[in-house]
């Protein structure tokens, strides 16, 4: 889904939830690049990177490979250029495949949702409606007692089931929604037309709008409704043209759900991959197109710049890790990603020499869960370690569905390599409590999925200040698609300086060193107040210092099925 309107929809019902996307209550805005920052020093839930840093000054680090799939990348942005994976085996642009892994010019990695002929994905349907209307003709209508199927149909019954229930469960709500915000889009738009008279030109951002001044109340209410959708999104960064993109695709992914309770999904996927889908030894499709263009990469740029951004180069932003290359593997388009795609994607990494995966997606629904088991624990095999976003639905995912995760379908057993994050917020400990009516006001974002049992940690995933595409362009996103990120930078930042560590080591150093919050949090999208470590495994914060000080106490056991005492 378009994840920057994750959280639109309630917002439009006269910005009920705004307390939920912007914390109140801030003496002063925290600085871009807060989530670097330590705890006692600024009295910020930061990562402490700069302590980190010093504590390990003058010793040498090593290179290490993150693979990061996700929507694509700015190949030629000015902080990523240099840090860009590169295929050491592969001639650019011979259009031969030089080092025969069945992967054409792979410079930067693989982009598995494109054609060969160049054409690319950049919209998709969405993995409910996809199941529900494959298996519509075999159990609508139809008495079915799960007791007299095989294992595998009573699996696949309770999943089409499950998708048949969130389509038309809701009484008509989707429906309702909808309308809203087609009006909400329809008055934005007007309001926005409005603003372009007023100051003259076509496109402008958000902070530009928010030092206009204007005579008339048309103007002025113009100015209330979208400055103010723009700053609960924190989209001040934005121009109003992308903003408007933004909120449309939004909509239209919307649309495409209302829709599917009539009518199969588009196969957007097929008409341009053109594998056999079902058939997993096709795997040597796809292209080597990773930045398709500037708004199907926006999301990925943005992820890969809070890993490894160029660090003290005087521009843009510093990433977490200064010796890290980033590999980018495109599988995620807006919409939900396919198994297959994912499957491969990890294995690709692997194969490619990546030590840490980030896996910024997720779903409600896997059907091909098992090759993803599979490449999961290919990953484990190898000492791969694999960090994935909790999600945006403010849900509790132990006991909701939520793909991809490290619990393998066959057995039930959990893979030891890896990590779910949550998102916390940019709350400082000495803020005041809100004073605008706001009642949210927590370290957690209010966005964020949670689950004692299947989230590990939370790390910083509001207001993240990082790259986005355009060269030299910058700006602030949320929610944990952001916060996975900063855990895997820091499982880089260990790695390049603990080259020997294990993935199970990586994992237990970040969650054993985390930072506890001294107060309640609320549970997200709720006003109960409780202990993190009833909404998390390790009911903490991540902290770059404090992993680093345990790494170094650590004997290296690189390899394979390397377990450690359970957190």
């Known amino acids: 889904m378009n994840r920057i309107f994750a959280g639109i929809v309630t917002m439009v019902f006269g910005f009920l939830s705004i307390g939920t996307f912007a914390q109140t209550g801030v003496k002063e805005p925290l600085p871009n690049g807060w989530h670097l920052l330590d705890l006692k020093e600024t009295g910020t839930y930061g990562i402490s990177l700069d302590k980190a840093y010093q504590f390990m000054k003058g010793k040498k680090s090593k290179t290490v490979i993150v693979a990061v799939i996700d929507s694509g990348i700015d190949t030629l942005h000015e902080d990523l250029k240099e840090v860009l994976w590169r295929n050491p085996k592969e001639i650019p642009g011979n259009g031969i495949d030089d080092d025969k892994n069945g992967y054409v010019d792979d410079i930067y990695g693989w982009n598995f949702i494109g054609g060969k002929d160049g054409k690319n994905v950049t919209v998709d349907s969405y993995e409910r409606d996809r199941v529900y209307h494959k298996y519509k003709e075999k159990y609508e209508g139809k008495e079915i007692n799960p007791a007299t199927l095989s294992k595998d149909e009573a699996a696949e019954y309770e999943m089409w089931s499950k998708t048949r229930e969130e389509l038309y469960g809701s009484g008509g709500e989707e429906s309702i929604d909808l309308a809203i915000l087609k009006m909400a889009y329809l008055n934005l738009s007007r309001s926005d037309s409005i603003l372009q008279a007023a100051l003259g030109k076509t496109e402008f951002t958000g902070k530009e709008l928010e030092s206009a001044e204007f ?35 939004y909509l239209d992914g919307e649309q495409r759900k209302a829709d599917a309770k009539e009518k199969a999904p588009k196969n957007f996927r097929d008409e341009v991959v053109k594998d056999n889908y079902y058939d997993f030894s096709d795997r040597f499709y796809g292209n080597n197109n990773v930045f398709v263009d500037n708004k199907s990469a926006h999301h990925g740029t943005h992820v890969a710049g809070i890993i490894g951004a160029k660090r003290n180069n005087n521009i843009g932003v510093d990433g977490i890790a200064d010796n890290v290359k980033i590999m980018m593997i495109r599988a995620v388009p807006d919409g939900d990603e396919h198994d297959k795609d994912i499957a491969l994607a990890i294995r690709y990494a692997v194969d490619n020499g990546a030590q840490v995966i980030n896996m910024s997606f997720g779903k409600s629904f896997s059907p091909e869960k098992h090759w993803v088991d599979e490449a999961v624990e290919y990953a484990r095999s190898k000492g791969v370690l694999l960090v994935h976003a909790a999600g945006n639905d403010h849900k509790n995912i132990d006991s909701t569905w939520n793909f991809p995760n490290p619990v393998y379908k066959t057995n039930g057993t959990r893979a030891g390599n890896w990590i779910t994050v949550g998102a916390s917020g940019d709350l400082s400990i000495d803020q005041t409590l809100p004073t605008d009516g706001s009642k949210y006001f927590s370290l957690t974002a209010g966005f964020s999925n949670y689950g004692k049992n299947e989230v590990d940690v939370f790390a910083p995933g509001m207001k993240i200040y990082s790259t986005i595409p355009g060269g030299n362009t910058y700006g602030n996103l949320q929610g944990t698609s952001f916060a996975s990120p900063v855990v895997a930078g820091i499982a880089a930042l260990i790695l390049q300086y603990f080259p020997n560590l294990s993935a199970e080591q990586v994992k237990f150093v970040i969650e054993k060193s985390v930072v506890p919050p001294a107060y309640q949090v609320n549970v997200p999208g709720t006003e109960s107040k409780v202990n993190l470590s009833d909404i998390s495994k390790t009911g903490g914060v991540v902290n770059a210092y404090e992993a680093l000080k345990l790494a170094s106490t650590l004997k290296g056991e690189r390899g394979a099925g390397t377990m450690l005492k359970p957190f």
């Open 215 to 249: 005579p008339d109340n048309k103007t002025k209410n113009a100015k209330t409704a979208l400055y103010g959708l723009m700053k609960a999104n924190d989209a001040l960064d934005v121009t109003n043209k992308e903003f408007m993109e933004g909120f449309k695709d």
